[in-house]
Every structure is written in C-alpha cells, then in structure tokens.
C-alpha cells in the first residue's frame, strides 16, 4: 500500500508558476509509474503528466512545454513543474501511483488560476 501527500497548490496569476510536489509513504523506485491528473468542476479527471519507473515521461498535449514531472528517488517524491499557468488550468491536482494491479491516489491540492 501506498499513501500519497500532495503540497504546492495555491492561487497564482496567469503566467505564473507553481510546483506541486507528492510524497509517497514507502519507496517509489520500484513503483511502476506516478502521475499527476487534475479535475475541473464539472469535467471528468484527467491525465495531466506520468513518469515511469525506467524514467520515461509523458504529458497532455494542453501542457507540453509548460509543465514538467520528475522524481527524486531519494526523497520518494515526485514533482510537477508548472509554468506558464494559465485560467484553463485551474483544478483539483491529484497524485496517484501505479502498483500493478492497483492505483493509489492523494487528497488533492487545488490550483487557482486568476486572468
């Protein structure tokens, strides 16, 4: 099993930048992927960014180039880079890991994005 705790969120200007980061309760070297998806009022969740244990990434067409996911194995966090925010972005960020056959999720951090 796996707890997650996401931090980071907050509310911040078109533009602007945040990173949210996610803890995890036990080792993430042997996890088989972690990712960040996010959830709009009235929208279903959606995949945002993963990485994968041999380190390979991929990310939303609507967020290439602007945010970037990485992991510190050391530290059993993963990170979610995000610049260039914009209003669109604005969301619940949920971390979740991938112990095959099961998905672990956090609590969420809500990001705010103001025009």
């Known amino acids: 099993q796996v707890q997650l705790v996401e931090s980071g969120g907050g509310l911040v200007q078109a533009g602007g930048s945040l990173r949210l980061s996610c803890a995890a309760s036990r080792t993430i070297f042997s996890i088989n992927a972690m990712g960040w998806y996010r959830q709009a009022p009235g929208k279903q969740r959606e995949l945002v960014a993963a990485?994968?244990?041999?380190?390979?990434?991929n990310y939303a067409d609507s967020v290439k180039g602007r945010f970037t996911i990485s992991r510190d194995n050391a530290k059993n966090t993963v990170y979610l880079q995000m610049n260039g925010l914009k209003p669109e972005d604005t969301a619940v960020y949920y971390c979740?890991?991938?112990?095959?056959?099961?998905?672990?999720w956090g609590q969420g951090t809500q990001v705010t994005v103001s025009s």
């Open positions: 979740n890991a991938k112990v095959y056959p099961y998905n672990y």
């Open positions: 990485i994968r244990s041999g380190g390979t990434t």
